[in-house]
């Protein structure tokens, strides 16, 4: 296999572009929204070079070697994913039992190769995440679905050399299954559903393990020419710059972020045949994008890309439990997390990968004999087997203590259940409040002044929510927000407290759920605004669950118009690095913007942690008030009527 071997300093190179997307969409996933578009170029690799290498060895040979095939990947995929899931496992027992549950069936599914389904039904949901309890081993169902490839393969290929003679036909048929797949993934995605299911699917992720094979039938890297017109050398390398600038736009592009339907309609298929391009244009010996992609920086990092992606995640989870405010050493801290991914990687390259890739009883057997030999010497041999004895024996320890332990659940927590019952609520008033919308914002409408003698002459002979007096609004303020007329839209933040926003704004249409992300609600606001239930006072609550741009907040500001007063509420959200720059960003659109209203809610809940769940992000019962009195305030204050 000499011509394979002359490429695969170039894969490496790709290998590597693939891994450090993946780290970037891990570290700040609203900025490096593409990057988890590594995954499907380690998907179209593998299904190039392993499809290749079985063509290859029936054209030659009249047979595959599946014994050795199922050695190799042995010996490269398990030893680090042991080592890896052991140690991890030791460390949730010694540091954070808070992750021990299902740690049994996570560390069995993984070593089985079916992870990838274990997530579909047992997926984190947005409470968990918030909680601390994110899992460390989230991001292997893509080696299950490797792993699953490499086990299935060897008899796909088997068949089609046996039954299909002809190479076209085996072409349409790997073709048939590839469109399947992305037909799959498209037809089963719905706007507002989980995605977990398309996601993690094998079946629905098939089609960038297809596009290699289709590939390798079509492009056999044994058989492609080394000499070349100076023309086709030229137009093979500028097709792989194309290729490559597509592929890093894609990975960048607010177009490719998960929570679009883009992505799953088509998107990842489109990534992924730009990939195959540029994976074909790597092969071919006329191009000269395999010596490109081929320096010292690369070539490390794709030949440790393997101990890369297994060891990215769990380190950024264990560091970030430990750091709880990232927000004011954002890039400190995520050099450190670099670094330490790094580090580890390369010791696990070293003293993991290799040797065990070498591995054979003889040598097993050798490293036994000197570890059991009494004298005073192969030291280095036995403390090496003392802490795989004790790494081994606390994951152990841990993975047999998983199954009674019996996770908080965070789904039934004080404020998922809050939330549910005020999400409940909003869908119940806002059909009435609709309705009473679109005929006053029609009707002839009191001034401002008479509404306040009104509001002062209340304040003495009706008090209302007189409770709330003593969380910093007057009495005639809070008769002015039993009238004022609002349209809420936010996150969770605004959903925990929806229940006291209504109490003193009863007029208040809100509609707040969990996870939202600006740019995919801005639709929301024009839907209201298409039904004439948007008010002259919109409030605005997004920001806890990702950064926007000021285009989108331009977007926005176009629906909404001039003649209505904004206010958007601020965030506390110290987890992650985005609530500086947003909050920033917000006041940079006050000044742009002259009824854009930002109500500073970070500065009160900064100094007030004892406010907030300890998460650091949701207001908690007391601070939920103050948080509602504080947003009445201001828009009573600043507000239209």
């Known amino acids: 296999m000499k011509t394979k071997n002359r490429f695969i300093t170039g894969y490496a190179g790709l290998r590597a572009l693939a891994v450090i997307g993946v780290i970037l969409y891990h570290l700040d996933p609203n900025r490096f929204m593409g ?41 490269k995929l398990y030893p680090q994913m042991i080592t890896l899931l052991w140690v991890c496992s030791a460390y949730i027992l010694l540091f954070q039992q808070n992750l021990l549950n299902k740690l049994n069936q996570i560390v069995i599914t993984n070593l089985l190769n079916v992870y990838n389904f274990w997530q579909i039904f047992n997926g984190q949901s947005y409470f968990e995440r918030f909680a601390a309890n994110e899992s460390p081993f989230v991001h292997l169902w893509t080696m299950s679905i490797e792993g699953q490839f490499y086990i ?74 080394q000499e070349v017109r100076p023309q086709d050398s030229r137009l093979l390398d500028i097709v792989g710059g194309i290729s490559l600038i597509a592929i890093l736009w894609m990975a960048m592009s607010p177009l490719f972020n998960p929570v679009q339907g883009f992505v799953y309609r088509g998107g990842m298929f489109l990534f992924s045949v730009v990939t195959t391009i540029f994976v074909a244009i790597i092969a071919h010996p006329g191009s000269h994008w395999n010596k490109w992609l081929t320096n010292p920086i690369f070539k490390w990092i794709g030949s440790r890309s393997y101990g890369i992606y297994l060891w990215q995640f769990p380190i950024m989870i264990f560091f970030e439990d430990k750091v709880k405010d990232m927000a004011d050493h954002v890039v400190l801290y995520r050099l450190i997390e670099v670094a330490l991914i790094l580090i580890i990687s390369e010791l696990s390259f070293r003293y993991i990968e290799k040797p065990m890739g070498k591995i054979t009883w003889v040598k097993t057997k050798e490293f036994f004999g000197k570890v059991a030999n009494l004298q005073n010497t192969y030291l280095i041999q036995k403390a090496v087997a003392v802490l795989t004895a004790i790494v081994f024996v606390l994951g152990s320890a ?7 332990v019996k996770a908080e659940n965070v789904n039934d ?14 869908l119940k008033d806002n059909k009435r409040l609709i309705k009473q919308a679109k005929k006053s914002n029609k009707g002839k409408k009191e001034s401002k002044a008479e509404i306040l003698r009104q509001a002062k002459v209340l304040a003495k002979t009706h008090p209302v929510n007189q409770e709330f007096e003593k969380y910093g609004i007057s009495q005639v303020d809070l008769q002015l927000a039993q009238k004022i007329k609002v349209t809420a839209i936010g996150d969770s933040v605004m959903a925990g407290s929806s229940q006291n926003l209504k109490q003193l704004m009863p007029n208040m249409i809100v509609d707040a759920a969990v996870s939202r992300q600006l740019a995919p609600t801005i639709a929301l606001f024009e839907q209201y605004k298409s039904q004439g239930a948007l008010n002259s006072n919109v409030l605005v609550g997004l920001g806890t669950n990702g950064p926007f741009t000021m285009k989108d907040i331009d977007h926005l500001m176009s629906i909404v118009g001039n003649k209505r007063r904004i206010f958007w509420i601020n965030i506390h959200v110290p987890s992650k ?36 769940y300890t998460d650091l992000t949701h207001p908690n019962p007391t601070g939920s008030k103050y948080y509602s009195a504080q947003i009445a305030k201001i828009i009573v204050e600043k507000g239209l009527y």
């Open 152 to 225: 299935l393969w060897p008899l796909v290929i088997f068949l089609l050399v046996k039954f299909v003679k002809h190479k076209n036909v085996r072409f349409w048929i790997l073709t048939f299954f590839t469109l399947l797949s992305a037909i799959e993934m498209a037809a089963l995605f719905k706007p507002g559903v989980d995605t977990s299911r398309i996601y993690y699917g094998t079946d629905t992720r098939f089609f960038s393990l297809g596009l290699g094979a289709m590939l390798a039938v079509v492009w056999p890297t044994w058989k492609l020419r």
């Open 413 to 426: 927590s004080p404020l998922a259940r809050q939330i549910k019952k005020n999400r409940s609520q909003q």
């Open 398 to 404: 841990a993975i047999i203590k998983a199954p009674s």
């Open 35 to 75: 990057g988890y578009l590594g995954v499907p170029i380690f998907l179209v690799l593998s299904g190039y070079l392993v499809t290749d290498h079985m063509f290859h060895s029936y054209e030659q040979k009249g047979s595959y070697n599946n014994k050795g095939f199922y050695l190799r990947r042995i010996k």
């Open 577 to 612: 690095d985005w609530q500086r720059p947003m909050n920033a960003l917000l006041q940079k659109a006050s000044q742009k913007y002259k009824n854009l209203i930002v109500i500073d809610w970070y500065d009160m809940a900064h100094q007030h942690n004892n406010w907030l």
